[in-house]
């Protein structure tokens, strides 16, 4: 059975799988990640690649995410926890695909189609958004991977500077030791105000 990447590569030149890492999580900011095709031979390479990096151990995750940026054309982008405590989680999701996808098109948006993993996101370009599509779409599930292992590396870093927060072990997400980590030392800028249980910690005045 022909996959969705093979049958779009027929129309367009190049085809752009996006998706996120980092929407859950109570700090850190949000990563988008993108990969590209243009052949079928990448196109046969990345069905075996491609995978949804959720499912995907570490180890084996990190593997994969060096096998993707030595053979093909990868990109990554950010929002910070400011911007989605301002713009909400999903909007400043989307600013980051439109930033990237300005970044990777530039002028030539009928050359590509690009595929994003979610529901409702509103892009300038020849696109489609696939439910659980880093779960359908090799090429989604390798932009799941870039996403992924950029934004843990980020959360590794942030470790570093912030050791009494343990970003490295729970990468923001609101763990019971998170938590009680929060309690204990309060937020730093990376934390997400808007995000409970912080946004009623806040209003409880404990913190």
């Known amino acids: 059975m022909e996959n969705i990447e093979m049958t779009l590569l027929k129309k367009y030149k190049k085809i752009i799988g996006i998706d996120e890492a980092g929407r859950g999580p109570i700090a850190g900011p949000v990563f988008v990640g993108a990969v590209v095709i243009e052949s079928k031979k990448e196109c046969e390479l990345l069905a075996k690649i491609g995978r949804d990096s959720k499912l995907l151990s570490p180890k084996e995750r990190e593997?994969?995410?060096?096998?993707?940026?030595?053979?093909?054309?990868?990109?990554?982008?950010?929002?910070?926890?400011?911007?989605?405590?301002?713009?909400?989680?999903?909007?400043?999701?989307?600013?980051?695909?439109?930033?990237?996808?300005?970044?990777?098109?530039?002028?030539?948006?009928?050359?590509?189609?690009?595929?994003?993993?979610?529901?409702?996101?509103?892009?300038?370009?020849?696109?489609e958004c696939i439910v659980t599509g880093d779960q359908i779409s090799p090429l989604i599930g390798a932009a799941s991977i870039v996403a992924k292992y950029e934004r843990d590396l980020y959360m590794k870093h942030l470790h570093e500077i912030y050791p009494n927060y343990d970003f490295i072990s729970h990468k923001g997400y609101p763990t019971r030791k998170h938590i009680e980590s929060i309690k204990k030392y309060g937020i730093i800028?990376?934390?997400?105000?808007?995000?409970n249980p912080i946004k009623r910690f806040i209003e409880e005045g404990i913190l």
């Open 63 to 127: 593997k994969r995410y060096f096998q993707i940026t030595k053979n093909f054309q990868y990109y990554s982008n950010f929002s910070t926890s400011d911007l989605i405590d301002q713009i909400n989680i999903f909007k400043a999701t989307e600013v980051s695909i439109i930033k990237l996808l300005e970044k990777v098109v530039g002028r030539n948006v009928n050359d590509y189609y690009v595929i994003v993993d979610g529901k409702f996101f509103k892009l300038d370009y020849n696109y």
């Open 189 to 195: 800028s990376e934390h997400r105000k808007t995000f």
